[in-house]
């Protein structure tokens, strides 16, 4: 069974990079698309963006000035850094894997979400 | 990239029938059969519970269906029950890229 988790700072300032990693266990990283969704509080789902496992990303296009996504196969684990944030980057950050082919698309597994406030 | 756009409320007595909409647009919902849908509980993380329009992860119940017609896809729930009391959001492929709805609140009166 795949399993996801998200760690890093609960708690980030104003200008500040917001670091994530989410590890993953249970099954490997190959052939499958890794994705970084965030929900703000009370609200509903935004899609931050993706990385493949070998490497190529694709970002939201209100994020992508700020957003870098990175993966470490031989960790099992990819990354999501934002830069320069403020209090509307307050979320709950979940990472999730994307099992995306030709004939289907979908998010099958996601991290339990980690909450991230901006403040000061 | 703007989202998909979804009532912000439903509901339905137990055993009685709700349909959730979502519609898109001709570069999303309108041209790829890959919309999912995703059941959230309070301070929980998504679940999926149909991906490609109309598909069913093994373990959801038959009783959650989907569907698909132009630019609108369609979650309904038959023979509602109190525990599908719970946000849903559907998503789509955008090409290269992934948009969710704006989600709904499922209320069991």
């Known amino acids: 069974q795949v399993q996801l988790q998200e760690s890093g700072p609960g708690l980030v300032k104003p200008s500040e990079t917001l670091s994530l990693t989410c590890n993953v266990s249970?099954?490997?990283?190959?052939?499958?698309?890794w994705t970084w969704i965030r929900q703000s509080p009370g609200k509903g789902l935004e899609w931050i963006g993706y990385?493949?496992?070998?490497?190529?990303?694709n970002y939201n296009p209100s994020l992508k000035s700020r957003v870098t996504i990175s993966v470490d196969t031989s960790k099992n684990q990819f990354s999501l850094k934002l830069t320069s944030v403020t209090a509307a980057d307050t979320a709950v950050y979940f990472c999730?894997?994307?099992?995306?082919?030709?004939?289907?698309?979908?998010?099958?597994?996601w991290g339990q979400g980690t909450l991230v406030t901006v403040s000061s | 990239q703007s989202a998909l756009t979804q009532p912000r409320s439903v509901s339905g007595s137990p055993g009685h029938s709700v349909t959730i909409s979502c519609t898109g647009t001709?570069?999303?919902?309108?041209?790829?059969?890959?919309v999912s849908w995703y059941q959230q509980f309070p301070d929980k993380a998504p679940k999926l519970i149909i991906y490609?329009?109309?598909k069913r992860p093994s373990g959801v119940p038959d009783r959650f269906s989907g569907s698909k017609s132009g630019n609108t896809a369609s979650l309904t729930i038959s023979g509602l029950q109190t525990e599908d009391e719970a946000d849903y959001y559907c998503?789509?492929?955008?090409?290269?890229?992934?948009?969710f709805g704006t989600g709904t609140t499922v209320t069991v009166l």
């Open positions: 999730a894997r994307d099992f995306c082919t030709s004939s289907s698309c979908y998010l099958d597994y």
């Open positions: 249970g099954g490997s990283m190959s052939n499958f698309y």
């Open positions: 990385i493949y496992y070998s490497g190529t990303t």
């Open positions: 001709s570069s999303t919902i309108g041209t790829y059969n890959y």
């Open positions: 490609d329009v109309t």
């Open positions: 998503s789509s492929y955008a090409g290269r890229s992934k948009v």
